[in-house]
């Protein structure tokens, strides 16, 4: 799940979802991502 100020993006499997997480995460600098697979960075501030 990518959130942003504007919406939130629930990637779905096998739906083409990586190509508009690439893009959204790209165009949308204050985006943050949830969910699996956590990076090390949201894992650690989210203790």
């Known amino acids: 799940m990518i959130v942003t100020k504007r ?5 779905l499997h ?3 979802g ?3 997480s690439d ?3 790209h165009c949308f600098p204050d985006h943050e ?3 699996y697979p956590l990076s ?3 894992a650690a501030s989210r203790t």
């Open 40 to 42: 090390p960075f949201c």
């Open 33 to 35: 991502t949830i969910g």
């Open 14 to 16: 096998k739906t083409g």
């Open 23 to 25: 893009i959204i995460q």
């Open 7 to 11: 919406f939130v993006f629930i990637h």
């Open 18 to 20: 990586q190509s508009l």
